[in-house]
């Protein structure tokens, strides 16, 4: 099966449950296929976690879930090692952490502490235990959400915690008749706690998510493509109204995906509407606005629309 019809297919069994969002399901599919983490924000209520859970069905992986609250220790979420007074030794008791897609629920309701347990886990893929490293699963991918930062009760993630996530997903509200759609799905019935009742049907397989991620790292760039990517990155460092602009590994991100949406898309290689199209997603976590920029109402999106369409575009 090509990554252009499992891809597909994927979609369909997700869009049994998740009423619109086709752009949130693509990029979703995009960090999958990249072998990255990605970072859902949205308001309570829009169906991120449940769009994990389909997404774990569809691709037949292992999930597990962790729930961030205040009093979470870094042990909780790794795991430790504990004294077996049978065998006089210490075992070793993994965490939540060790499957193919965890999903970090509300990650910035933690302090910043526990949320730099997952640091290692996301860059190097194994986390380390008393002195010990044990390796994580492969794939092994991290769906983490959140509310909007200036809710109450919530911890701002350190800058190096955001670069670990290839994207940031704005899970925004469903349009007016996906909203009708999801009111007329739970009046027949549906219920979210219960998704074998829907019928979500493992599409892709361990072996087959790996074929895909394959095809993905096959998918050719040529030079022009590298330039326009460093182009794109280099324009956050110079310009004005940003901070601290994006760093290498966030050209490196912004390849990767690049390659994933064209192998979805039915190409073997990447055009720059790929690029473009895929800048804010993985950009706009990465890059810090000056003050006053935001005190003039800037967000990141807008800094970052204006300066991809100041690049000149390959042909």
Not at 4 to 25: L, T
Not at 156 to 185: I, N, S, T
Not at 200 to 216: C, F, K
Request: with cysteine; charged share 25%; hydrophobic share 45%.
């Amino acid at each position: 099966m090509s990554v252009e019809s499992a891809a597909q297919a994927v979609r369909s069994e997700i869009g049994k449950v998740i009423a619109g969002q086709e752009k949130v399901v693509e990029q979703v599919l995009v960090a999958v296929l990249a072998d990255g983490h990605v970072l859902l924000e949205g308001v309570p209520g829009t169906a991120k976690t449940l769009l994990v859970r389909c997404l774990a069905r569809a691709f037949s992986l292992e999930y597990g879930r962790v729930q961030f609250t205040p009093d979470l220790m870094p042990s909780d979420v790794i795991g430790t090692s504990v004294f077996d007074a049978k065998t006089n030794d210490f075992q070793l008791r993994k965490g939540p952490v060790f499957v193919a897609m965890l999903l970090a629920d509300e990650i910035n309701r933690t302090p910043p502490k526990t949320q730099a347990a997952l640091l290692e886990a996301m860059e190097e893929r194994r986390v380390t235990i008393d002195g010990e490293p044990h390796a994580l699963p492969a794939p092994f991918l991290v769906f983490a959400t959140q509310n909007p930062i200036d809710y109450e009760g919530t911890y701002p993630l350190p800058e190096a915690q955001q670069d670990r996530f290839l994207l940031k997903v704005v899970v925004d509200y469903p349009g007016p008749e996906a909203e009708v759609q999801v009111l007329r799905m739970h009046n027949a019935g549906f219920r979210s706690q219960n998704l074998d009742a829907v019928g979500i049907q493992p599409v892709v397989d361990l072996e087959g998510l790996r074929q895909m991620q394959a095809e993905v790292g096959s998918v050719k760039v040529e030079d022009k493509i590298f330039n326009y990517i460093y182009e794109i990155v280099q324009a956050t460092r110079r310009s004005n109204d940003v901070l601290v602009g994006a760093s290498p590994r966030a050209g490196i991100a912004l390849l990767n995906c690049g390659k994933a949406i064209a192998a979805m898309r039915g190409r073997d290689f990447v055009i720059p509407d790929d690029v473009k199209e895929l800048a804010a997603p993985v950009l706009r976590h990465r890059v810090l606005l000056r003050p006053e920029a935001e005190i003039e109402g800037l967000t990141a999106d807008r800094v970052l629309s204006s300066l991809v369409d100041a690049q000149t575009v390959p042909r």
